[in-house]
């Protein structure tokens, strides 16, 4: 058996596809322009580089520069970002110590167990990676950030889903349940039953669902009501015995409770936390 790479394949609305505001659009795309040209651009040299009409460009440039977005250098003839797209900035700034915070708690989980450790949220009925902290085990999962699953077949992806009913499943996921492995539940009464159990113990757990020879743990983070997101530890199931998945569970539950009184005392929501993680 070669263990040397693993790949670990109280509401949610499912988000339907609609067409970009283009007038929106325009403005992210002129402040981000503006964030990477510290100098300032001149109005025509933005109209080139976004490809807007200048007719077009010049009352969206006006507005943020009258609403201090923007600033207007006479002299150069240009535009940079202002002071209130400075504080707009620093509000981020400030509340981004919620995702640090729980990368620090992640860190403690692997430092104390030395298995992989993963932050996942929720993206249309998948599981999105979206930080994680390795082991120093040479056999360990091989895992990245950015990665997807179905949220069904994983412990992190269970634990994201954990407050939905059968009929909130089948709305999720209208084409069914497609298995990774011959281990992953695949009936939506069944998956039900087992998010039934990960909301009173706050354990989700998975064997096999997603890759072979692995088994996973995870908990949900709940910031009050509103479900955040989850963390996971993942181990190579040569390595796993009783007493180190209880001890693994203790940990995630101790983690957890940690976390959720940070998100508590700094109100931390889900919008924010996951514009931290992007």
């Known amino acids: 058996m070669n263990y040397g790479l693993f790949v670990c394949k109280r509401s949610f609305a499912i988000m339907k596809d609609f067409l970009p505001h283009k007038p929106t659009e325009r403005v992210l795309d002129i402040l981000e322009l503006l964030s990477q040209n510290h100098d300032g651009l001149p109005l025509s040299k933005i109209a080139s580089l976004l490809s807007i009409p200048k007719g077009t460009l010049s009352p969206i440039i006006h507005t943020l520069n009258k609403r201090n977005f923007l600033s207007y250098n006479s002299d150069a003839g240009t535009y940079s970002i202002s002071l209130h797209a400075y504080l707009v900035g620093e509000t981020f700034a400030s509340q981004k110590s919620a995702f640090q915070y729980v990368h620090e708690q992640m860190s403690a989980i692997v430092n104390s167990i030395d298995e992989i450790c993963q932050l996942g949220i929720l993206d249309q009925g998948n599981v999105l990676y979206i930080s994680k902290v390795d082991s120093k085990e040479p056999i360990r999962l091989l895992s990245y950030v950015g990665k997807k699953l179905p949220a069904y077949a994983t412990a992190l992806g269970k634990a994201l889903i954990s407050p939905l009913n059968e009929s909130d499943l089948r709305q999720l996921y209208p084409m069914g349940l497609h298995p990774l492995t011959p281990y992953t539940i695949t009936d939506f009464h069944v998956l039900a039953q087992e998010l039934d159990t990960i909301k009173t ?41 009783n007493d180190k998945s209880e001890t693994i569970k203790q940990t995630l539950l101790s983690s957890k409770q940690a976390i959720e009184s940070y998100f508590a005392s700094q109100s931390i929501s889900k919008k924010t936390f996951l514009s931290q993680s992007s």
């Open 201 to 241: 113990s706050s354990i989700a757990h998975e064997k096999e669902e997603s890759l072979a020879h692995l088994e996973c743990f995870a908990v949900p983070l709940f910031s009050g009501a509103e479900l955040i997101a989850s963390i996971s530890v993942s181990v190579p199931m040569f390595r796993l015995s």
